[in-house]
């Protein structure tokens, strides 16, 4: 079977699963947002006259996922595309290795799907557990002959709220400052990595939230030189876009109850939630929140640089 379909939420698992078909052997690359898919069966259809296998790989074949209804006549043009999929599908060339990526939810009701299941090979992203990220951890840093100890790791983890993306992009920084295999310090590790954690972070994430862009855009330029990493801002956000909603949502329960359900544990966390949900109506945070994860696509489909998305973020905000 030489058709697959890959969903991935993760760029680095994603590269993973793709070097394990493609075995270093050279590939071509197509993007649905850019090529059509009339030349990428045109090509994967090509026989070459030295019966040499070839690789491509497709992104965002969001023609596998959920899509919303559409004017009859862009209907009929995307059904007409599924059509030839599906013989493509079912009739593949022997000599072309076909591989599909999308970022998102499969849509199994779909019979490109359903004949994929058949014909080819679906491969879904794994969601990786607490302990596969540290053994990933592990196994990433010893194959350049670094050895990182439990709380280096779960320093990384913590900071990186378990985004398994950006906790590599964590560990590539420590890579870099080491220059070569050894063992690494936890007080390197806190002095290298992106301080999360710290006060210009939460600075920030309070500037945003509180509508006070003059104050949000000075602390994102001090961040950047810092370097920290913005998709781990976008999540931050997000994260306490749903505590603030959680707690507008909760209003009537009582104090106790609610910093349970959100798992905070000091009363100035449950206060600073409360004054920040009188400022929006709860339809305004769901939008917010609808927005981060248009946001989060864009980034990981190639559409939209992610310095650039918190900006965007932070006007959205205040339009």
């Known amino acids: 079977m030489n058709t697959y379909l890959i969903s991935f939420t993760s760029y680095f698992l994603l590269q993973e699963k793709l070097q394990k078909i493609l075995q270093n052997n050279p590939y071509s690359v197509y993007d649905l947002n850019m090529d059509s898919l009339e030349d990428v069966l045109e090509e994967a259809l090509y026989f070459s006259l030295f019966d040499e296998k070839k690789y491509i790989i497709v992104r965002n074949a969001m023609i596998f996922g959920s899509t919303r209804k559409k004017k009859d006549e862009k209907e009929e043009k995307n059904a007409k595309k599924a059509d030839r999929l599906l013989q493509y599908i079912n009739e593949p060339n022997p000599n072309t290795v076909l591989i599909f990526t999308m970022n ?107 509508k006070n862009v003059k104050e949000a855009l000075t602390i994102y330029e001090d961040l950047k030189i810092q370097k920290v990493e913005p998709l781990m801002l976008l999540i931050m956000l997000s994260k306490e876009l749903r505590q603030v909603l959680l707690v507008k949502q909760l209003g009537q329960k009582n104090k106790k109850e609610i910093m349970e359900f959100l798992d905070i544990k000091y009363d100035f966390q449950l206060e600073k939630y409360k004054n920040i949900s009188l400022s929006y109506k709860e339809k305004e945070i769901i939008d917010y929140l609808l927005y981060l994860c248009e946001l989060d696509y864009k980034i990981k489909s190639g559409k939209l640089d992610k310095k650039l998305a918190i900006l965007l973020f932070i006007l959205y905000m205040n339009k």
């Open 104 to 210: 998102g939810k499969i849509d199994n009701k779909k019979k490109i799907v359903s004949a994929l299941k058949t014909k080819g090979i679906i491969i879904e992203e794994e969601i990786l557990k607490p302990q596969d990220i540290k053994n990933r951890m592990v196994s990433f840093m010893k194959k350049d002959g670094y050895k990182i100890d439990l709380n280096s790791i779960n320093y990384i983890m913590n900071n990186c709220l378990n985004n398994y993306d950006l906790i590599i992009n964590e560990l590539e920084k420590i890579k870099l400052y080491y220059k070569k295999g050894c063992g690494v310090s936890f007080e390197d590790v806190k002095e290298i990595t992106s301080h999360l954690i710290e006060e210009n972070n939460f600075k920030f994430l309070d500037a945003v939230l509180n």
